[in-house]
């Protein structure tokens, strides 16, 4: 009785063991979802894990960037495609998964462009150059007649006339761009017409203080001269303005055929007279006029310009062509 007893109980030991559910350790199910992707670079990417039976974790960005966090936020610089491996460890070991994340990728380059106004018009001719450049932080303007700039908006003078090819270059923090447009110039005006003549000032006596006319006032003609006092236009007495006061003032001649001239460089002066049926005419005085600093780059081909000498102010309404 003994001995069946004791095989007994060692049954009933086996047969409640096997009944017994094993305890085994499941390793980490790992997974995780991610925002902020699909973006210009640089992009702040939040990676949130979903991860099971996990203890720690160690993500690798793909850019030598990691974390050790569950849920990390990650910034990346540089577009591009990479490759995220999260690893999950617990107490049944370790598992990794792989997601790929897309980072836009910008350049940093310049977009080069301009505009221009003041083209098209007779040299000398000042051109106004405006950049619509970004990504920019300098500028290199080759404006075709050997010369240049480094400003954002220069303004550049063409002396001759002709098309000239424009180049600007501009600099950013990843390279440079340049690009390059055309501008047309035309050709140096060489002759000009005297259409009218207006005297806004003179004086009414001589140097001596005795008036140019001792009845009334002068009556006024004029004529266009060259430094040898050769008449170059009579307006004639025919043409007078008679009995002229400071308070006639201003009066004018419309040249009916108008006075031409080509040569900028010969100085011509409008000189006054008082017309006098007794006597001599009597001269007045002059106003010079240098056309040469007319057609210059500060102040090309001006409609009208105007001399002051000795108290006579004259202005002359031109035509350049």
Known sequence: MKKLSFLALILIAVSCSKNEPATVNQPPTVDFSYSGANVPAPAAVTFTSTTTNTTSYLWDFGDNGSSTDANPVHTYIVGGVYTVKLTAKGNGGSTSTYKTVNIITTSNNPTVDFTYSGTNMPAPATVAFTSTTTNTTSYLWDFGDNGTSTAANPNHTYINGGVYTVKLTAKGTSGS????????????????????????????????????????????????????????????????????????????????????????????????????????????????????????SSNPYPSSITSTNAGITVTLDLIWY
């Open 177 to 296: 761009t340049s690009i390059t447009k055309t501008v047309n110039i035309g050709v140096a005006l060489t002759k000009v017409k005297i259409t009218n003549i207006s005297v806004t000032g003179m004086p009414f006596t001589s140097s001596n203080g005795s008036g140019w006319d001792p009845l009334d006032g002068p009556d006024v003609y004029f004529k266009i001269t060259d430094i040898a006092s050769t008449v170059l236009f009579n307006s004639t007495s025919s043409s007078r303005k008679n009995n002229i006061t400071i308070n006639s003032l201003p009066i004018s001649w419309s040249l009916t055929n108008p006075f031409e001239t080509t040569n900028f460089s010969d100085l011509r002066f409008i000189e006054l007279w008082d017309y006098d049926t007794l006597d001599p005419d009597d001269y007045i005085g002059y106003a010079g006029f240098d056309f040469s600093s007319y057609n210059s």
